[in-house]
């Protein structure tokens, strides 16, 4: 396993995790890299680790460089596992090695793995490696509490752990070399599922970065930033400002094509308004697919039928997943058929406001089966509302 280097003395010693598919629910369709640097000055330290079962693969890096046991600091980023599970092995591998993290790190850490002594630093805070400055920069909730930057300001590198990454496998490790489209459609993914909660403390992320130079941001998952580093800090500040483009997310399960006639037409409706629209059925589309799709989207229709008094469990799956992510500046309200009872549109526009969505309009209901003209009637609702 060959480290690969970034510049003279830096390297990349992480892990690719190509069969990937779940990542704690959002689907991984390009696998994962867990991204561990390893930096040789007169001192060496270690920036995160990988996933535990790929402590191995780190380590076959690592050792083509130095002996791990010549490493003096391992900097833990972000306690998450999928950077901290190697962390016990790689104190068994790296017995002199002092582990830094933020002081919030420190507290997870010794929750994950007990209290190895961890040493906690804060803003402003440095370490030394000789001739290289090691500066840290925590930026809580982005995404867990503990969550920090290290930067190098002599080499003008900053390893920007979970900010800025994207799930991808993939040969190449920069930006330049790896196909664009895919890695911004996974940079947009990540954001969407893993950072969309905190658009405050990516604001105050980026308005930290404004004063470093950077010619290489590394993050924890994916390719090295270097070619496009103002693109994916002009996407962050993009997506932060939750203020999407007028285009429409239509997202419905149906029971027996009721349901599914009304999202059509609500589609179509929006589309004609010259609003661009996406006709999401939860059969086929994840619900990580559907929340990467409302972040260019400031619409979001949801339609389920009334099975039993309730809308149906996948409706109610990517509510309670948007809930979560807490959508900021959307639009949105609910519809779809019934037989009898109907109470499920109901309670998909409560879990809409209950996600953060602004309510459009009263839920739109059919019962059974739409014909022409209650589709007509349908069509004429969504040409009256105000977009
Ligand atoms: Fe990549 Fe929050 O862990």
Redesign the pocket.
């Known amino acids: 396993m060959n480290p690969i280097p970034l510049k003279p003395g830096i390297y990349w010693v992480g892990a690719l995790d190509w069969a990937l598919r779940s990542f704690h629910g959002y689907t991984t369709g390009r696998g994962a890299t867990?991204n561990a640097y390893l930096i040789v000055d007169e001192k060496i330290a270690l920036i995160d680790t990988v996933k535990a079962p790929f402590a191995g693969e780190m380590f076959s890096r690592i050792a083509r460089v130095a002996p791990p046991e010549s490493i003096d600091y391992l900097i833990s980023n972000?306690v998450?596992m999928?950077?901290s599970g190697a962390i016990p092995l790689a104190l068994e591998r790296m017995p002199k090695a002092r582990v830094i993290t933020s002081v919030q790190g420190a507290k997870g850490l010794a929750a994950h793995y007990g209290d190895r002594g961890y040493h906690a630093v804060k803003a402003g805070d440095s370490l030394s490696l000789g001739g290289r400055t090691l500066r840290f920069v925590p930026t809580p909730m982005l995404?867990?509490p503990d969550?920090m930057l290290t930067y190098c300001p002599e080499e003008r590198l900053l390893f920007s752990?979970?900010a800025f990454?994207q799930h991808i496998a993939c040969g190449q490790r920069f930006d330049d070399e790896a196909p664009m489209d895919a890695v911004m459609q996974e940079a947009a993914k990540y954001y969407a599922n893993?950072v969309m909660p905190f658009p405050a403390q990516t604001k105050a992320a980026l308005r930290a970065l404004e004063g470093l130079e950077c010619d290489l941001i590394a993050p924890?998952?994916g390719v090295i930033w270097r070619a496009h580093i103002a693109q994916i800090l002009q996407a962050y500040g993009r997506w932060s400002d939750n203020d999407p483009p007028k285009a429409a997310v239509v997202a419905f399960d149906s029971m027996w094509h009721s349901t599914e006639r009304m999202a059509v037409e609500i589609a179509d409706a929006f589309i004609a308004r010259g609003v661009p629209a996406k006709l999401r059925d939860l059969k086929a589309y994840h619900m990580s697919d559907i929340a990467t799709d409302l972040l260019e989207a400031k619409y979001l229709a949801v339609g389920s039928p009334t099975l039993n008094n309730n809308m149906l469990p996948t409706v109610a799956a990517l509510l309670t997943y948007l809930r979560g992510l807490a959508p900021k500046g959307r639009k949105g309200f609910a519809f779809g058929s019934y037989g009898w009872g109907g109470q499920a549109a109901g309670q998909v526009q409560e879990m809409l406001a209950a996600a953060g969505i602004d309510i459009l309009c009263e839920k739109i209901r059919h019962p059974y089966v739409p014909d022409a003209a209650s589709l007509a009637g349908l069509r004429r609702q969504i040409d009256g509302l105000s977009l």
Do not use: A, T
Request: hydrophobic letters at 15%; glycine letters at 8%.
């Open positions: 867990y972000h998450e999928d950077h995404h867990w969550n752990n979970d990454g893993i924890s998952h």
